[in-house]
């Protein structure tokens, strides 16, 4: 294996020894908080780590990608890609006691630019996610009511509105109600009062939760990362009740894709990247919490576990609810079409039922082709239905409101769904204002003097403000653009540099010390396999794969625009030039402030050296 150690002056000066840390250990000094328990921690984790992403993209992932054979590249790529930089992050920073940038810092002065891009990635995520979780309080507090506001079209003067008559009434309450979208992202539409007050809401609930730090956000925990896997039982015992959810879960798990295809494979690395929350800088500071002998290996491996488990669990319930929902629009489809049927040539009630109806209509057809070319019936196909990909706020606002409404006490289980998305997106946020909060003070950006509280505060509040942008009428366009760029490419940029910096920076012979001395024995062959070849090798290829798939191709947006000619059917439109501006400042800052950075130092390191030589 590899034997290769970049220069490193002066780090034994910038690390505490292992005396230095067991001392530590025993008098309990240092000004770093600690987890309460052991579990307190591993809730917190499992909080950042499972998030809305898979609940919603990896059901949708394993569907487009042929169903159970998408396990088969996620498993794979999970072990040696998400597990090794999960062991790694909470080994470094259960090592050096810091955050993200003070970990870097300390690890080589010219490596600080990966600390504060993870700061910025962490901060834009923080930005749209929040948002996400002031739309599921919108939700939450209009699911009170019976019947559900998106079951049916509003009544204006004795008559519904025309836009709700031609889409659906889901639909309808999604794009127009909730966030009263512009038909294009040049089109701002003006900010919507009702989810700014979600907005403050979201950002007031996630404040009085981290306003001390671990001290606070631990407590919660033991709520927003068990109550989601309560809920989700709930609802798998619910969905296997209902009609057509076992042809669901079937549809999920049945294989039919080529493992050669390396869009699966992107995908597959890319949902193992962002479900683990890696490179965000939570994950480091969350573990410089923790008792220095904690055994952080064993930690990796339980996390990675619990988050592969809840893919496919959330997978399976998701996919019982779209059975039951699919099944639903079969049902009416055919009934619409039997029904023509029956008026058109006046036969008598029951004498074309759906278990004969494609027998009838063959009958029909052979006798009146012209009458039944004539009528335009629809085309009832169960997996048509299952297979409408719906990913994202799409699968959550949309189709799952849709099945809730086809429910019995439909409000009940539309509380219970949301306060479930509450809890994933709250505990996740947790991570990503940890991986603000805490870089900014290693940073001196605040006075020493200010309490944690005011830290917390001015954060939040500075972050609601910017987050204004996704409450306009354009700004579901504005969070998908987000979402798209700010955690992609700089999240594959600063884990690569994690693990160079690590295993070539701080020296692979070291951090095995570091580890020996912490959990009790040296890291296995795989572990140094994954970390000095096998991990950096696959981000390399994701990242060159992922960068000429998306450079060369143009990029669009959909859009919601009632004056389309195909609505309700969402428009394609491309980005107006300036988004590029826009994509290079979510993509290209974040990392590029790791070169930057570097360099900056390395300019001031030489015109200092300039001016000693200079004054002799």
Not at 322 to 331: K, L, Q
Request: one cysteine or more.
């Amino acid at each position: 294996i590899m034997k290769l150690k970049l220069p490193n002056p002066g780090l034994e000066d910038r690390i505490l020894s292992h005396d230095e840390l067991e001392r530590l250990e025993v008098e309990e000094a240092g000004d770093r908080p600690k987890w309460d328990n052991k579990a307190q921690y591993m809730l917190t984790c499992v909080g950042f780590c499972v998030g809305l992403g898979n609940v919603w993209r990896f059901p949708y992932l394993c569907q487009s990608h042929g169903g159970g054979a998408f396990m088969i590249p996620f498993l794979i790529l999970l072990v040696f890609e998400g597990i090794p930089l999960l062991h790694l992050e909470f080994a470094i920073g259960q090592r050096l006691r810091k955050g993200s940038v003070g970990v870097w810092r300390t690890i080589n002065p010219y490596m600080l630019g990966v600390g504060i891009a993870s700061l910025c990635v962490s901060f834009l995520v923080s930005l749209y996610y929040n948002t996400i979780i002031a739309w599921v309080m919108w939700y939450f507090f209009n699911s009170f009511q019976e019947p559900l506001p998106w079951s049916q079209c509003p009544i204006n003067a004795n008559r519904t509105f025309s836009e709700c008559e031609r889409s659906s009434p889901v639909d309808y309450f999604w794009y127009r109600e909730t966030l009263n979208t512009s038909a294009a992202i040049e089109d701002t539409g003006g900010l919507q009062w009702w989810m700014i007050l979600c907005l403050i809401s979201a950002w007031g609930v996630l404040y009085v939760c981290c306003i001390r730090g671990i001290e606070t956000t631990g407590k919660a925990v033991y709520v927003t990362s068990t109550l989601p896997y309560v809920v989700l039982t709930i609802f798998l015992i619910r969905g296997l009740t209902l009609k057509g959810s076992i042809d669901g879960i079937k549809f999920l798990f049945t294989p039919d894709v080529s493992l050669a295809n390396p869009t699966t494979w992107l995908d597959a690395g890319a949902q193992v990247f962002y479900s683990f929350s890696l490179a965000f800088g939570g994950l480091i500071s969350f573990s410089s919490y923790n008792s220095v002998h904690n055994n952080c290996e064993q930690d990796a491996v339980i996390i990675s576990i619990i988050n592969a488990f809840t893919s496919i669990y959330a997978a399976t319930v998701i996919y019982s609810i779209i059975g039951f929902r699919a099944t639903e629009r079969f049902d009416d489809c055919l009934s619409g079409n039997i029904l023509t049927l029956l008026n058109t040539f006046d036969l008598p009630e029951g004498n074309i039922t759906e278990s004969n109806y494609q027998e009838a209509l063959h009958s029909l057809n052979t006798t009146n082709p012209d009458i039944i070319s004539s009528l335009a019936l629809k085309t009832c196909d169960l997996n048509s239905f299952l297979s409408e990909g719906v990913e994202g706020t799409g699968l959550a606002f949309i189709v799952f409101t849709e099945a809730i409404t086809k429910m019995p006490l439909s409000p009940l289980w539309s509380v219970l769904f949301f306060i479930m998305l509450f809890c994933l997106g709250l505990s996740s946020m947790f991570g990503n204002i940890e991986g603000v909060l805490v870089p900014l003070q290693d940073l001196k950006v605040f006075p020493k003097s200010w309490p944690k509280e005011v830290i917390s505060g001015v954060t939040c509040l500075v972050c609601c403000l910017v987050g204004l942008i996704f409450v306009q009428g354009s700004g579901n366009y504005w969070l998908a653009l987000f979402d798209s760029f700010a955690g992609s490419i700089p999240l594959l940029t600063i884990a690569f540099s994690e693990m160079i910096g690590v295993v070539y920076v701080y020296g692979i012979d070291r951090f095995n010390e570091d580890l020996i001395f912490m959990i009790g024995h040296k890291p296995n062959i795989f572990w140094q396999a994954t970390w000095r070849v096998i991990s950096p090798l696959i981000m390399l290829a994701i990242f060159i794969f992922y960068f000429s798939t998306t450079v060369t191709k143009e990029i669009f947006y959909i859009a919601w625009d009632p004056e389309s000619e195909n609505f309700p059917t969402l428009e394609k439109k491309p980005y107006p030039s300036w988004i590029y501006v826009i994509i290079f400042l979510l993509a290209g800052i974040p990392s590029l402030s790791i070169p930057c950075t570097a360099v900056f130092r390395h300019s001031k390191y030489l015109s200092l050296i300039i001016n000693v030589y200079s004054s002799y």
